[in-house]
């Protein structure tokens, strides 16, 4: 546990030095390209401070010069680390809006303008932070959206919420499936216990999404998308 307590006092200490620098260039953000750089960083830091490794699979299957919906599995918070190392894409994250309550870290987020804060509980503010997406899509960069909605409390995929693929029906965006292996061995939920170990992650074929016809194209999308997960977090390929 004392080695944990060390690895997180690191990690805070580093988080702050690199949210301070994303404080400061935020006057200077024009696409959000500058910031999600200091992100990467960021993430490969607290990777490496935990000990832990990362695998990518599958960065062949995606052609990375336009916009994606990325849809994946959430077991851990090194969910996000690992997906911003991992994947050479300029991916915007959609978090939570109480985040932005948290000093210097969440002050980053709110005010650096190229990540999408959200707010679950007012459905009209969820409808904006989706359309806000959607239009930095049309502008070349990716999204990530983990549809279970929060992280998994056995390790077990959760049902899929609507909003990812509401979102790449409006968007006319392509998903790809991404299965995240080993990240709860890692930091499960509701623990504090930083162990080393490997994140794995398992990139599927761009899906097309169907044109709008209204909410059962979502739900098919969301099945497939489901399926896919499942069957790479169960080592079947697909």
């Known amino acids: 546990m004392i080695v944990s307590i060390f690895k997180i006092i690191l990690v805070v200490v ?3 030095l690199i949210s301070t620098m994303e404080l400061l260039i935020t006057p200077f953000v024009r696409t959000g390209n500058l910031y999600h750089a200091l992100a990467k960083i960021h993430a490969r830091g607290v990777l490496a401070m935990s000990g832990v490794k990362l695998e990518v699979e599958g960065l062949e299957r995606v052609e990375f010069s336009r916009g994606y919906i990325y849809v994946s599995n959430h077991a851990s918070y090194f969910d996000i680390p690992a997906v911003i190392a991992g994947i050479p894409d300029q991916i915007r994250i959609v978090y939570k809006k109480e985040l932005e309550k948290i000093p210097i870290f969440g002050w980053g987020l709110k005010y650096g303008k190229t990540y999408i804060g959200i707010d679950r509980g007012k459905g009209q503010d969820a409808i904006q932070s989706l359309d806000a997406a959607a239009n930095k899509i049309r502008n070349g960069a990716s ?5 279970e909605g929060t992280r998994t409390p056995d390790g077990n995929l959760q049902p899929f919420k609507r909003g990812p693929f509401n979102l790449a029906v409006k968007a006319q965006a392509p998903v790809v499936p991404v299965a995240i292996h080993g990240s709860r061995a890692v930091l499960p939920k509701d623990s504090w216990r930083i162990r080393p170990g490997t994140i794995r992650l398992v990139l599927s074929e ?15 999308l969301r099945d497939k998308v489901h399926e896919i997960i499942q069957n790479n977090l169960r080592g079947r390929q697909t």
């Open 14 to 16: 580093y988080t702050i």
């Open 143 to 147: 999204v990530i959206l983990f549809a």
């Open 206 to 220: 761009p899906i097309d999404p169907p044109k709008p016809n209204g909410k059962e194209s979502e739900f098919r």
